[in-house]
């Protein structure tokens, strides 16, 4: 009979452990994830530039590929194509592991983990505040004096890759203008759903032209100028 409770036992353990098993994850192509991960700004924290990497201004473009759980933690990164910079694809590695977080992928409202999921993080220098100090706040200035924005004919050229999922998003700047109507200092705010619309929007934004904000009849620097383009397919 001790013998006979203690298989019994056993079973229901492992019977147990079947059922807490955690479902595989699934490939980012399945056609089944109704929702892919974003970046979660509520718990994501900024990655670190190193300190040699400003140094050198080094800038670039680090393509990861990753698993993200249910939880929305990724992990697993591998280089999928490289910034042009060691330091700065090694801080990328490093921030996935500690300190990225994401907003899971779903399906049909359930969060689940995938794999395979590529996500690009964009190195930018920005600027220290210090070197705008005389620039003035978008925000705080009257409309008649703020800066204009005129947008060319053309519309930026929508990128093949995404046109097979008909994806939508938007992508959001922050600009800092000097007083001759050029860009000095940009930031991203809006970066949605994902990096493949960052680099035709940064062409397109080339070609925008700004006359400069207005003090007391002057041109002056302003700061804090947004400009957004919203991505649609093409008819």
Known sequence: MIFRAIVLAAAVAVGAGAAHAQTPPLDSADPSITAKPKPDASRMKPPIYPPEARRAHATGETKINICVDESGKPGSPTIVSSSGSELLDKASLDWIADGAWFKPAEVNGTHVAICNYT?????????????????????????????????PDAPPVYPQQTMAPRAKGKVGFELCLAATGEIAD?????????????????????TVKFEPGRANGQPV???????????????
Request: glycine content about 8%; overall charge positive.
């Open 221 to 235: 620097g302003v700061c804090g100028v947004p400009i957004e383009y919203d991505w649609k397919l093409p008819n």
């Open 186 to 206: 940009l930031k991203i705010k809006r970066l949605d759903p994902g990096p493949d619309f960052f680099a035709p929007t940064a062409e397109w934004l080339k």
């Open 119 to 151: 996500f690009t993080y964009v190195w930018t220098l920005g600027s220290k505040a210090s070197d705008f100090g005389d620039y003035l706040a978008f925000s705080k200035m009257p409309i008649a004096d703020r800066p204009v924005i005129r947008l």
